[in-house]
T-cell receptor, first 113, second 117 residues
Framework: GNSVTQMEGPVTLSEEAFLTINCTYTATGYPSLFWYVQYPGEGLQLLLKATKADDKGSNKGFEATYRKETTSFHLEKGSVQVSDSAVYFCALRLTGGGNKLTFGTGTQLKVEL | EAQVTQNPRYLITVTGKKLTVTCSQNMNHEYMSWYRQDPGLGLRQIYYSMNVEVTDKGDVPEGYKVSRKEKRNFPLILESPSPNQTSLYFC????????????????FGAGTRLSVL
């Protein structure tokens, strides 16, 4: 079946540190890949997306590259801020699979001064 | 403002007492969905709806019902809640059909935290 595996958290970083949150997937077919972010007390918001191999999604200084050969979509940011503290979810959607999203378990990020 | 609105935000109830969590969207989206979020499990889909009067089971539908009588509303019904339904629930909506990936981005409500005692 289809699944998404994320690194476990919480991840605690100092402000301005480099961030990587690993995400790998298993899917039949060719999925689109997403990162969603959930700030405390809020719903999920789309952070970035990629639809095909080698696509790079980017937003708010975050980036992720769709790597078909390693079935990965790792999230990176060069310099995190306290305001980036949130839970990050990797997700996939299959082409022709309707609108269903399959989520990873989420990774909590804490950024400290 | 485009939004998905869930009510209530917080709910404490007792086993067996029927409850409904409402979800409404103002974006004229065809597709709506309910998820539950549990620690270590991420978000799992409960039910979804492709359009009015069209609903189908997701991955964890047991103990839940939904209805889609109007395009904007997609209530989640727990006929006889049990403690294992204590969770954080999210409603989401998106356009559906062809037109590219951008049309299929899902928008989430702020969540409903349910405790069943």
């Amino acid at each position: 079946g289809n699944s998404v595996t994320q690194m476990e958290g919480p991840v605690t970083l100092s402000e301005e540190a480099f961030l990587t949150i690993n995400c790998t997937y298993t899917a039949t077919g060719y999925p689109s890949l997403f990162w969603y972010v959930q700030y405390p007390g809020e719903g999920l918001q789309l952070l970035l997306k990629a639809t095909k191999a080698d696509d790079k999604g980017s937003n708010k200084g975050f980036e992720a590259t769709y790597r078909k050969e390693t079935t990965s979509f790792h999230l990176e940011k060069g310099s995190v801020q306290v305001s980036d503290s949130a839970v990050y979810f990797c997700a996939l959607r299959l082409t022709g699979g309707g609108n269903k999203l399959t989520f990873g378990t989420g990774t909590q990020l804490k950024v400290e001064l | 403002e485009a939004q998905v609105t869930q009510n209530p935000r917080y709910l404490i109830t007792v086993t067996g007492k029927k409850l409904t969590v409402t979800c409404s969207q103002n974006m004229n989206h065809e597709y709506m969905s309910w998820y539950r979020q549990d620690p270590g499990l991420g978000l799992r889909q409960i039910y979804y709806s492709m359009n009015v009067e069209v609903t189908d089971k997701g991955d964890v539908p047991e103990g839940y019902k939904v209805s889609r009588k109007e395009k904007r509303n997609f209530p989640l019904i727990l006929e006889s809640p049990s403690p294992n339904q204590t969770s954080l629930y999210f409603c989401a909506s998106s356009p559906s059909g062809t037109g590219g990936l951008a049309k299929n981005i899902q928008y989430f409500g702020a969540g409903t935290r349910l405790s069943v005692l």
